[in-house]
């Protein structure tokens, strides 16, 4: 069974940080950062209105949740990266985008195991990085490297065609 395309990719934690503005689905973030925004809003409000008890309270929320954010980021790397390769500080693989399914394979073997293209709800990417963002939250970079514009694009019409509802983010 043929690949379409071939690319590589890697996991670590460098990668996942470079990538870490597109870890959280994007209705979280928003919610996130609306809820932060808001906060500091009523804060400045209370502050304005002489209100010093509500004035903290509100300011200490907001910073809670943008330092709660950071935390989870944290915490979500290094859960993703002990559920792929406890013993290894990266994971290198090949995706081998066939007809039917994505098949991700250790670098230098075989076999694999398969994703479908309906589980794939997004696509960002990063200065070095293209990435795939699973229904699970599973994130799948790509060396820009491997790529230039007309390849990328043509690839993205290729994984656009197998599932017509992934959200494309900063795609340059």
């Known amino acids: 069974m043929g ?18 503005k597109y870890l959280f689905p994007p209705s979280l973030t928003r ?8 906060s500091g809003l ?42 792929i390769s406890p013993e290894q500080t990266s994971f290198n693989y090949n995706l081998h985008f066939r007809n039917d399914c994505i098949t991700i394979t250790q670098e230098n073997e075989e076999n694999g195991f398969d994703i ?10 990063s200065k070095n990085y293209i ?12 060396y820009k490297t491997l790529f230039n514009s007309e390849e990328k694009y043509e ?5 656009m065609e197998k599932n017509n509802k992934i959200r494309l983010y900063h795609i340059q």
């Open 116 to 125: 479908n293209y309906s589980n794939i709800n997004r696509i960002a990417e």
């Open 131 to 142: 990435a795939l963002f699973t229904q699970e939250s599973m994130c799948l970079p790509i």
């Open 155 to 159: 690839w993205l019409v290729y994984i």
């Open 3 to 20: 690949s379409d395309f071939v690319l590589s990719g890697s996991i670590s934690k460098e990668i996942l940080k470079s990538m870490k």
């Open 31 to 38: 919610f996130i950062n609306i809820t932060m925004i808001i």
């Open 42 to 83: 009523l804060s400045f409000l209370f502050l304005l209105l002489r209100i010093q008890s509500l004035t903290i309270l509100f300011l200490i929320g907001a910073l809670f949740i943008y330092i709660e954010k950071i935390i989870c980021r944290e915490i979500f790397i290094k859960k993703f990266l002990r559920s």
